[in-house]
């Protein structure tokens, strides 16, 4: 890693109204490292990133590139002074194909031209594609390799990477890294900002942690252990955060779902049972496509079951459509909250009511006085930060947008729960008030199914663990569990033990 310092921010601050979002904040990146830009969300991290590269403009303090005072006043502005971002709901336009979309808005290339440079710059990225074909015919992993060849095809001095791996299986994650470390050898200085803690250690020379708009510190990588870094992140300890215990279920508790041979035609899940008791939950693991989604989505009828049946509180079902769900005390969390969940034009309040209103009927609406109450009671309830409940929901971060999409079937006052992800991009502090919410709604006999791709959140909330595998259910675990329980799932995943 070289010694040279390419981007110089200091005393950076900047004030919305009634917030100081950033409080003389110092950020200092390197040529030729990885820097992992850390903290909770609503840290700052985001506002810095956003001053960097001209969406805010600071209220004080100094950016230095290459030893010289910048004052980005746009994103393009930015992008031509070497200062690129990769966000992370990909920023491309999926009807063009692969090479257009990289060289988009450089008009001076002919067809030819940018087809053969595209598949030279996919091939540095140790991808052989069809680079005439949609972006849209690709994965999100491919989508995002393209996004950074843009970057570094306009010849970035400086890349952002905000929250790439979230979407990435463990495969494609390697990928991204093994590219990140090529340019990092050609002097490129990366700023990675992510939640996952094995990937920060595994990928970064250098971290700085935010918290509350300030700075907390600057760290070698092999300075501060996890514990350390949480500690830091959130301000507690971690320990005391994350002592969390699945509600107990009784013996004798009845059963709230019972799924027998669920499937659809042509559908990756075919044939899935399951039985989930009245306050229990019930965690999903496996890979990505493994049948986790899949099978939310035939519960909750997003997806309509064309075999099998479904009893809910003993009574058989016939749900043809989400609606008939919700009719049944079926709720739903799906796993991409920008693009199923929220409606980020709409404020808080209008975000929550919309479940209520749906189960009650447009023809009976909601007063604005039972809509305000609604709010207001699970604002207060989630600890949702925010200032009112109008505030626009696009506009909150990650975690709380997560809070008010629960806090929506809360709302409905569901007997079944379903959560996708719902603690996937959200921070450490985020993923401990969802975890500790899930347990105090099962002692309230709600149930609920949890599907994480973090097996150890798995483990520590769940009464029972089913284990997906190619579209069918591979294994069930009965809690409680101990230190030998993940090193089991991964060997049941990996198909070494067929049975449990």
Not at 70 to 79: E, N
Not at 121 to 127: A, E, I, S, V, Y
Not at 274 to 283: A, P, R, W, Y
């Amino acid at each position: 890693m070289s010694e040279k310092i390419i981007l110089e921010m200091k005393g950076i601050e900047i004030q919305f109204p009634g917030v100081k979002a950033l409080d003389k904040v110092d950020f200092t990146l390197r040529a030729g490292e990885i820097h992992a830009l850390l903290g909770e969300n609503g840290a700052g991290k985001s506002t810095l990133i956003k001053c960097l590269t001209g969406v805010h403009h600071k209220d004080a303090g100094t950016i230095l590139l290459d030893g010289k005072e910048i004052t980005p006043i746009s994103p393009q502005h930015a992008i031509q002074m070497g200062i690129s971002t990769v966000f992370q709901e990909i920023n491309l336009c999926p009807n063009l194909t692969v090479a257009e979309n990289i060289f988009v808005g450089r008009k001076e290339f002919k067809k030819k031209i940018i087809n053969a440079r595209a598949r030279e710059l996919m091939k540095r990225f140790h991808l052989d594609i069809d680079v005439t074909r949609p972006l849209s015919y690709f994965s999100t992993a491919v989508q995002q390799m393209v996004s950074i060849a843009r970057a570094v095809d306009i010849q970035a001095k400086i890349l952002i990477l905000d929250e790439p791996t979230s979407s990435l299986d463990e495969n494609e994650v390697q990928l991204l890294f093994n590219v990140m470390r090529d340019l990092k050898k050609e002097g490129m200085g990366i700023i990675f900002i992510t939640h996952f803690l094995d990937q920060i250690y595994a990928v970064s020379d250098r971290m700085t942690i935010l918290r509350n708009g300030k700075l907390v510190g600057s760290y070698n990588i092999d300075e501060l252990n996890k514990l350390e870094l949480v500690t830091k992140m959130i301000g507690k300890d971690m320990q005391a955060i994350f002592d969390l215990h699945p509600a107990e279920v009784a013996a004798d508790a009845p059963d709230m779902l019972e799924a027998q041979h669920l499937g659809a035609l042509g559908y990756p899940v075919q044939d899935i049972s399951l039985e989930l008791k009245k306050g229990e939950l019930m965690g999903f693991a496996g890979l990505l496509g493994s049948g986790r989604t899949e099978t939310a989505s035939l519960i909750f009828a997003a997806t309509r079951p064309t075999s099998g049946t479904l009893t809910i509180n003993g009574k058989t079902v016939a749900a043809k459509k989400p609606f008939d769900a919700i009719m049944n005390g079926v709720a739903f969390c799906p796993e991409d909250r920008k693009r199923d969940g929220i409606i980020g034009d709409l404020s808080i309040r209008e975000n929550i009511m919309l479940a209520v209103q749906a189960k009650r009927g447009f023809m009976h609406p909601l007063s604005r006085q039972e809509q305000n109450e609604l709010a207001d009671k699970y604002i207060k309830a989630l600890s949702i930060a925010t200032p009112d409940a109008e505030k626009k929901i696009g506009e909150l971060s990650g975690g709380n947008q997560q809070k008010v999409i629960v806090a929506r079937w809360m709302a409905t006052n569901p007997d079944l729960l379903i959560l996708d992800e719902p603690t996937r991009g959200i921070d450490v502090g985020a993923k401990a008030e969802i975890q500790r919410l899930m347990i105090e709604m099962c002692k309230d006999d709600v149930s609920v199914i949890f599907i994480s791709s973090e097996l150890e959140e798995v483990i520590r909330c769940s009464n029972r663990i089913v284990i997906m595998r190619d579209g069918s259910k591979a294994a069930e675990l009965e809690g409680p569990f101990d230190g030998n329980t993940q090193s089991r799932i991964l060997s049941i995943i990996a198909g070494e033990e067929v049975s449990a």
